[in-house]
């Protein structure tokens, strides 16, 4: 309980001399729950003896806005895996490539994988490195969207299809700072689409 961890806290902090923060929950007039983080520190009285200071501040609101962020996140995760659609983003001014989970798994590599452009082109096949590259150009140039339908071999080295769609996001002055987009794999309907041909 909240109790316990307040209490086992405090008495870190004097069985170490360590200073000490945690974050608990209280109830107010009216049994509100409110959220509170503590640091405890051991100081020495007058006397010689030791006290524990405890400062307390109100992060009820920082808490709140925590679990509504992921509360969306893990919504956005469980239905970006049943759709099989995950999102990216790079950064134009600082080179730096973000991938969803769902992108992870649709490359199949490990979930602490640090994409780069550089590694993240090269999963796709030449022909549709080509195709990628001239629709991030034109959309850099001319802010048009792009959605193609690619190939790419996956960490493993399995050959799939992709949709990938993109945008160029621009600041107020016109320079593009932003890709964002959305990958999905499409290999089931694009192997139904060649049997059929």
Excluded: C
């Excluded at 452009?117 to 991030?136: H, K």
């Excluded at 016109?174 to 959305?182: E, F, K, N, Q, S």
Aim: overall charge negative; charged content about 30%; glycine content about 10%.
């Amino acid at each position: 309980s909240d109790i316990a961890t307040l209490r086992e806290g405090i008495g870190a902090a004097l069985a170490s001399g360590d200073p000490m923060s945690i974050e608990v929950r209280v109830t107010v007039d009216g049994g509100q729950k409110k959220w509170v983080a503590w640091r405890h520190r051991l100081q020495q009285d007058a006397d010689g003896g030791a006290v524990v200071h405890s400062v307390g501040r109100e992060i009820t609101l920082r808490k709140t806005a925590e679990d509504n962020l992921r509360a969306s996140q893990d919504f956005l995760s469980r239905t970006g895996r049943v759709a099989g659609v995950g999102g990216w983003e790079l950064d134009l001014r600082t080179g730096r490539l973000y991938w969803s989970e769902q992108v992870k798994r649709i490359h199949e590599v490990a979930d602490d994988y640090q994409p780069t452009l550089d590694n993240a082109v090269g999963y796709y096949t030449p022909e549709s490195q080509e195709l990628i590259g001239a629709a991030v150009e034109a959309g850099r140039q001319t802010g048009k969207p792009w959605d193609l339908e690619l190939s790419l071999v996956t960490a493993k080295g399995r050959s799939i299809y992709v949709r990938a769609v993109g945008d160029v996001e621009f600041d107020p002055e016109g320079t593009p700072i932003r890709l964002v987009g959305a990958l999905q794999d499409i290999t089931h309907r694009k192997t139904l689409e060649q049997r059929l041909e």
